[in-house]
């Protein structure tokens, strides 16, 4: 067992490691052990163990390097050898032998290497020392109780600033003999504590403390150079909390990281009054703060109080500026950076006692938070008396290096106060001059505060084809209008003559001037090639050098069928000095420049509401303020650039649009309200005109999931059956006289049935047909005959159900032909026709049917709705509810087979043939029969791929219709089945390979009797053949 370890096998334990039985032995017992250690170590559940897993005996120790060596039979002579005495620790009171370190320890260790240590070698603890007479005497195990006897008190001699406790002259010193035998002198330096950071002066224990701590922290204690008290931090930083005993480390930069921490600008408070701290306070101030945590606090616009101080003083301009700026920083309670001084000094020289005496006129500026705040500082000085500002100088002076004066002579001169929100701060532009009397006013505006100067150029207008010159506006005019043409005006160029509407300018004399008559000397009439047609439409190349009319979409262009336009729509809302109509423009231009559209294909209409506004508010000449609301519309040429332009709309930034929109205004006379042009914009999603997502779904189909944006719109595309809605059509027909063609007279009765009927357009449907009326030969008729038509419409209306068809047969009837002919004439002007003096409306209805009775129903081929039972409900049976055999029917039938391969159910592939050939023949279901059979397969491969084979019958009333679907399946070609079967049989739940084909064959068409169709077969079948049939039918109902 030490040479093999059993792994995971706790029941081998017993019967495998028995410590006290070699594995050698010859006994009968230890043969079996050692077979059983032999199986065991075969069959690989035991491991052979290693050296570092053997513990060595006592005096010997383990082999260097055969740690991972396998133990083998015998783990001591293996793993082990004989430790030297060198190498044993002795234990106390006992000491190496001499001349024994290379002698092997053996079992005992401890009497081979060591031997007994004597009193004479032991040192006693602090507070005892050696008894006397035990030199020689052995140590034991316990020295110090053999060996040592207590000091006393009496032998101890207390530190100075100590004295001898009373009474303890004889109690042992312990290991802290000041504590125990000595008692501290209050009065001494030894009975205090130096501050975190200091230390004790050296030898200072019994020198007199002082009366205070403070005292006794000068007497006693001294800064200590090691620590961070020592150190001072740098600007922009301070002392760590509690740093003050820190050690502060070797160096310089060992000290800043050790003692200090960077002041945060949440600490600094010397921004100036126009500022304010930086949002994050946790930023460090670093060398210059006040460029790193103040930023500009727009709220505030600063006041000045400013002035000027006139002193006399034994001072230099230096020491008098900071004298200044201290005092006013006091007496003023601002802060210092909110103070500006600027000295000038001259020496006095008359009756001077003293060559150093200046007099200094000090100009200075305080600056403060507010209107108010400064007018109660502007008092404070005021009021200030000779005697206390003379004070409060010669306090600063002194401080600040200088002297006073025996003759100080301290005069003060303060300006005015100037409200920065009245109109005595306010500047008037060029050509503008203060109202009188209006410099309190407040809020400080142009229109407020400043009136047209009359002197001046901009009062002047300058006559036609002349312009103002650049700058002039401030000049003076002159006394005659002569001499203000002159100096106000210069000759304008036909490149700055805006042409009037229908004009162009003319390239060639853009830099002639445009004399007295600019429109006849600078521009020419616009041709069709100048217009831009709309998106939609294009240019007409007849008519390129036509002038334009007053219709020039008409001259010049005509309808592009290659593009449909899609419109991007919208609305803004903005308050502004501007009329109605300055608006529209505005926004009109805006849109067109923003969206690099033609203006023609932009639509704006705008609806304007004033605003109660003060009338200091208004504009002269512009009217009031107005919230307008601007509507428009944007055409692109298609869907990728209404969506580039869509998105630029949406991205537009309120600031953006303002500055945009305010530039439209100014041209076109107005503008945005300064205080509150609140512009707002609200856009529509874009929609695809021709996507499903504007189409019309006709009843009994719903728009199709996820095809919003499919295009183009048609009823495939876009919609599918609603098995929900059963529409029911109101029939008839109608006829009329008109001058319209029979396209017009088409459009006309559509758009007029859905009107009266409410119903939509894609569910009305007119087919029209024309005959030429007769010319009347009655004289004086005012139409030729080729105008006028007798029209004759047929026409359907669907419903979403009888009750609605049932209300909408009920209105036409009741439609009186006087109410029919006023509604027709309108639609047919709308479309482009005329009416007829004799239209002659005659309308005729076909009753509604009931989708739900029997009338509806169509009974199989060879079957007839029963008598008297049209109106009964179908029922869940409609062809046994409704039908009977019809005796004088003629039944053809159409059979064929289709062979194929796929993966699912007998059922669910009937299903799929029915459908198809339902939907290819458009032939009613139950007049089709299917009969599938699979191919033999196991039965664990059922749902495996399997062969169809595929039996059919088509039934038709005629031999006529029949043979026209027997051509139908025939021309039907077995490659252009495939897709179509497949596509089917998926929709049913069967799996198709990817390679699809199908083999298939049509017969002849064979007529029967319709009783021989409509019979009931009995008979019998195989219980299997009736088992498949049940589940087939479960398969296709559940």
Request: charged letters at 20%; a negative charge.
């Amino acid at each position: 067992c030490r040479a093999a370890i059993p792994i995971n096998s706790d029941w081998l334990k017993p019967n495998c490691c028995r410590a006290a039985i070699p594995i050698n032995s010859d006994t009968k017992a230890r043969r079996t052990m050692r077979t059983l250690l032999s199986l065991v170590l075969g069959m690989g559940l035991c491991e052979a163990a290693l050296c570092k897993e053997h513990s060595c005996a006592a005096g010997t120790k383990q082999i260097a390097g055969k740690e991972d060596t396998d133990q083998g039979n015998d783990a001591a002579a293996t793993c082990c050898e004989a430790a030297k005495c060198s190498e044993h620790t002795c234990a106390t009171g006992t000491k190496p032998k001499d001349g024994v370190s290379d002698t092997d320890q053996t079992a005992d260790p401890a009497a081979v290497c060591c031997v007994a240590a004597k009193c004479s070698e032991h040192t006693c603890a602090t507070g005892t020392k050696l008894k006397d007479g035990v030199s020689d005497t052995d140590q034991t195990a316990d020295p110090a109780a053999v060996c040592c006897v207590d000091k006393k008190c009496q032998d101890y001699s207390c530190p100075t600033g100590y004295g001898a406790t009373t009474g303890q002259e004889q109690a042992a010193q312990t290991t802290d003999p000041t504590t125990a035998c000595c008692t501290v002198d209050a009065t001494k330096c030894a009975s205090h504590s130096c501050a975190a950071g200091t230390k004790a002066k050296d030898a200072s224990a019994g020198t007199d403390k002082g009366a205070t701590d403070a005292e006794a922290a000068t007497n006693c204690c001294e800064v200590d150079a090691t620590k961070c008290a020592s150190h001072s931090c740098a600007a922009g930083t301070k002392a760590k909390d509690n740093s003050a005993g820190t050690d502060k480390g070797a160096t310089d930069a060992e000290a800043a990281t050790n003692c200090c921490d960077a002041l945060t600008c949440a600490e600094y408070e010397d921004c100036k009054v126009t500022e304010k701290t930086i949002d994050d306070g946790s930023t460090a101030q670093g060398s210059t703060p006040a460029t790193t945590c103040c930023q500009v606090d727009s709220t505030v616009t600063a006041v000045a109080v400013e002035g000027t101080a006139i002193f006399v003083a034994d001072a230099t301009m230096e020491q008098a500026r900071t004298a200044v700026h201290m005092m006013l920083a006091e007496l003023l309670s601002v802060k210092t950076v909110d103070i500006t001084v600027t000295v000038n000094s001259a020496a006095k020289t008359t009756r001077a006692r003293r060559l150093d005496v200046f007099t200094h006129t000090a100009t200075f500026a305080v600056h403060f938070a507010d209107f108010t705040k400064a007018t109660a500082g502007h008092t404070a000085l005021t009021d200030l008396t000779k005697d206390a500002a003379e004070t409060s100088l010669k306090t600063q002076l002194v401080a600040a290096g200088g002297k006073d004066s025996e003759d100080p002579t301290w005069t003060l001169t303060l300006q005015a106060v100037v409200d920065p929100d009245s109109c005595a701060a306010f500047n008037c532009a060029a050509g503008y001059t203060m109202k009188d009397g209006e410099g309190a006013t407040k809020p400080a505006t142009a229109e407020a505060c400043c009136v047209v100067d009359d002197t001046k150029c901009l009062s002047h207008n300058c006559a036609v084809g002349t312009k103002a010159k650049a700058e002039a506006a401030g000049t003076d005019k002159g006394a005659t209008d002569a001499e203000a043409a002159t100096n106000c005006c210069e000759a304008a160029k036909c490149s700055e003559h805006t042409c009037a509407a229908g004009t162009k300018a003319i390239t060639s004399k853009a830099g002639e001037d445009q004399t007295a008559d600019p429109a006849a000397n600078c521009c020419e009439a616009l041709k069709c090639v100048d217009y831009m047609c709309a998106v939609g439409s294009k240019a007409k190349t007849s008519e390129a050098d036509k002038e334009l009319d007053s219709n020039p979409a008409a001259l010049c262009c005509e309808d592009d069928p290659a593009v449909t336009p899609v419109p991007v729509t919208g609305a803004a809302t903005f308050v502004a000095h501007a009329t109605t109509e300055q608006a529209q423009s505005a926004v009109h231009e805006m849109l067109a420049a923003l969206l690099s559209v033609n203006t023609v294909d932009v639509t704006v209409t705008v609806a304007s509401e004033e605003k109660m506004a003060a009338a200091a508010r208004r504009l002269n000449g512009h009217g009031g303020v107005f919230t307008h609301t601007a509507t428009f519309s944007v055409h692109f040429a298609d869907k990728a650039k209404a969506s580039a332009g869509h998105q630029a709309l949406t991205d537009l930034t309120k600031t953006d649009a303002e500055a945009a929109l305010d530039t439209q205004l100014k041209a076109a006379g107005g503008h945005l309200d300064e205080t509150d042009g609140a512009w707002s914009l609200t856009m529509e999603a874009l929609v695809d005109e021709n996507s499903c997502e504007v189409f019309q779904c006709p009843l009994g189909q719903k728009m199709k999931n996820g095809v919003g944006a499919t295009a183009p719109s048609t009823v495939a595309a876009c919609c599918e059956n609603d098995p929900a809605v059963t529409p029911v059509a109101v029939e008839g027909t109608a006829s009329f006289v008109a001058m319209a063609t029979t396209a017009q007279a088409q459009t006309a009765v559509a758009a007029m049935l859905a009107e009266l009927l409410t119903a939509k357009a894609v569910d009305v449907t007119v087919t029209v047909a024309s005959e030429a009326k007769a010319a009347t030969p009655a004289a004086g008729t005012r139409r030729l005959a080729d105008e006028v038509f007798t029209h004759n419409a047929t026409f359907a209306v669907h419903f979403a159900d009888f009750t609605k068809a049932t209300a909408g047969h009920k209105t036409l009837t009741d439609l009186v032909k006087a109410d029919a002919e006023t509604s027709l004439k309108k639609h047919l002007l709308a479309a482009g026709g005329k009416d007829s003096e004799d239209p002659m409306w005659a309308v005729t209805l076909m009753a509604v049917v009931d989708p739900a009775s029997c009338a509806a129903f169509t009974c199989p081929v060879g079957q007839k709705v029963k008598d008297a039972e049209a109106a009964t409900a179908q029922g869940s049976t409609p062809a046994t509810t409704c039908c009977e055999a019809d005796t004088t029917a003629t039944v053809v039938e159409v059979k064929g087979t289709m062979t194929f391969t796929a993966t699912g159910t007998e059922a669910n592939v009937q299903t799929a043939v029915q459908s198809m050939l339902s939907t290819s023949l458009g032939v009613p279901a139950h007049d089709i029969t299917v009969t599938v059979t699979a191919a033999d397969v196991p039965a664990a491969r059922r749902l495996a791929e399997q062969q169809f084979s595929v039996e059919y019958t088509v039934k038709y009333a005629t031999s006529e219709a029949a043979t026209a679907g027997h051509k139908t399946l025939t021309d039907l070609t077995p490659e252009a089945a495939a897709p179509v079967l497949k596509t089917a049989l998926e929709e049913a739940g069967v799996t198709v390979p990817e390679e699809f084909t199908v083999v298939k064959e049509e017969q002849e068409p064979v007529e029967t009797s319709s009783t021989t169709a409509g019979a009931t077969v009995s008979g019998s079948c195989e219980t299997g053949v009736a088992a498949a049939a049940v589940v087939a039918l479960l398969a296709l109902h559940l």
